[in-house]
């Protein structure tokens, strides 16, 4: 669904604008009208569309918030040469590919979605417990600890009120 702003074609190659980087025209724009640092954040997983951003001038600081989530180490393995950080939520899915018609109902097809947002909640849960990440967790796991975890925090929360 598009805002209700016109769509302004990004300064980028198109295949990298078509995954990440999709926040540079705006930041750009923002530049305009603000004399602060700005950090860009969205879907950033290439060294080269981080560079472009700061080089452009969009961006004081790239936000690179879901791999950190399982690549703990990723802007030291950039600033190492590592050229791009993986892209898990390729990979995650709670209904499988066998099933993906049902991904044509937009309950479902939410229902999906969530469920692979929570896998990155997970990780950082498991981080704020354990001190690392758990990247072969399952979705359908994932979200069961999310939903877990939630439920008992709204439970202690209900009883600190009485």
Excluded at 2 to 11: A, D
Excluded at 61 to 84: H, K, S
Excluded at 87 to 98: C, G, H, N, V, Y
Excluded at 113 to 140: H, M
């Amino acid at each position: 669904m598009e805002g209700m702003e016109s769509v302004e074609e990004q300064n980028v190659a198109p295949s990298t604008a078509a995954r990440e980087a999709y926040f540079v025209d705006f930041a750009l724009a923002m530049r305009e009208k603000v004399n602060l640092p700005l950090m860009v954040t969205g879907r950033f997983r290439t060294r080269a569309a981080m560079d472009y951003a700061i080089e452009s001038g969009a961006a004081d600081v790239i936000g690179i918030a879901r791999p950190l989530c399982y690549v703990t180490d990723g802007p030291l393995q950039l600033l190492n040469g590592l050229t791009e950080l993986p892209r898990k939520e390729e990979d995650l899915a709670l209904i499988p590919s066998s099933l993906g018609f049902l991904k044509r109902l937009q309950l479902l097809k939410a229902v999906d979605n969530f469920a692979a947002i929570y896998w990155f909640y997970a990780q950082l849960y498991s981080l704020g417990r354990t001190g690392r990440t758990n990247p072969g967790l399952s979705v359908f796991a994932a979200l069961r600890e999310v939903e877990g975890t939630h439920k008992r925090l709204l439970a202690a929360r209900a009883r600190s009120r009485c």
